[in-house]
């Protein structure tokens, strides 16, 4: 009941005071997604969409943290960046003014970051259930939505302001577009299970520059906030794991790619050949007096044949 008289009342908001948009974006998505909340959306009215465009078209084209190595169509837009070209360190101002953190957050992290079956996990697991509502961590620009056959599914990655990059895995709707100004907090997908992945959950990863890094560094999922406004990360504490999706590694000391499967030393093959067995077929063999029997036998046969050798030579 509660449902007919909200898609009513908004339906008359629409019609007679159609100044309030905010109700037209939000009707055509909750019709599609009733199970979605409210309460964990954030949406921007649609006369806001301009200004957000021209956001984000500032940000691509005048701010370098989105204009180099701006990407839509890969999961990793900095491919020819080497480790040796970034600094010793690296200072993030992950918070500025009256800029937001938030997480996607149902309770528990079922899978952390690091090894995991024989590969590296590169971020981590989020519990929920398929649809429901996975936000923007920090405010920033979408580089990527769409899906992958990488094992991410339906993917999207946000390019945020403080430099870092935030991907969200496994949904089962993509509901932002590329290129999209984003606000922290705000409504980008729904959780799923595309993908590889044994059953719905959000694989959320944080990194920079294409190296990911352990999100525990900066969030406190006990309380599922920031540990600290800003951030140091040590060139020599990244991960050598780049692009783990696609099996290659970074050298440290040279930055160069090599394949992971390079180093690995082949096994030599070694064929066994039986040696040749001096003893006798199974239906021969006899104990070792009746081979001795055998031998002697032998022996006065071939003695005889000498003996009438030897008289045919004297009738001769």
């Known amino acids: 009941m509660a449902n007919r008289f909200f898609v009513f009342f908004t339906l008359i908001i ?22 979605t909340s409210i309460e964990s959306s954030s949406y921007l009215p649609i006369e ?19 204009s180099n190595f701006w990407d839509n169509n890969h999961l990793f837009a900095y491919p020819s960046l080497k480790l040796s070209d970034l600094p010793d360190s690296i200072h993030i101002v992950l918070l500025k003014g009256d800029e937001k953190f938030n ?47 990488s094992g991410y599914g339906n993917c999207i990655i946000i390019r945020h302001i403080n430099g870092l990059e935030t991907l969200y895995g496994h949904l089962s ?24 992945s044994s059953g719905p959950h959000l694989h959320f990863e944080t990194r920079l520059n294409d190296y990911s890094f352990n999100p525990n560094i900066i969030i ?52 066994k050949t039986k040696a040749k067995s001096t003893a006798l077929p199974k239906r021969l063999k006899v104990s070792k007096i009746n081979k001795a029997k055998l031998v002697s036998s032998s022996k006065i046969k071939n003695n005889k044949k000498l003996i009438k050798k030897n008289k045919t030579k004297k009738k001769a």
């Open 220 to 271: 406190n999922t006990t309380n599922q906030k920031l540990f600290s406004d800003s951030l140091i990360i040590l060139k020599q504490n990244l991960f050598v794991d780049r692009f783990a999706i696609n099996t290659n590694t970074i050298n440290k000391s040279t930055g160069t790619t090599t394949s992971k499967y390079l180093n690995k030393k082949k096994k030599k093959v070694v064929v």
């Open 14 to 35: 629409i019609v007679f005071y159609p100044q309030y948009s905010l109700a037209k974006n939000i009707v055509p998505h909750f019709i599609n997604n009733p199970d």
């Open 103 to 149: 997480l996607t957050w149902y309770g528990m992290v079922t899978s952390g970051y690091g090894q995991r079956w024989g590969r590296k996990h590169e971020g981590l697991d989020l519990a929920l259930h398929t649809g429901d509502s996975v936000i923007a961590a920090f405010d920033g620009v979408v580089r990527f939505a769409k899906f992958t056959n």
């Open 173 to 196: 709707k993509i509901i932002v577009s590329e290129n999209q100004f984003i606000k922290s907090g705000e409504l980008i997908g729904l959780g799923g299970t595309t993908g590889r």
């Open 48 to 66: 806001n969409v301009h200004i957000t465009d021209a956001i984000s078209q500032d940000l691509i084209n005048n701010n370098p943290i989105f």
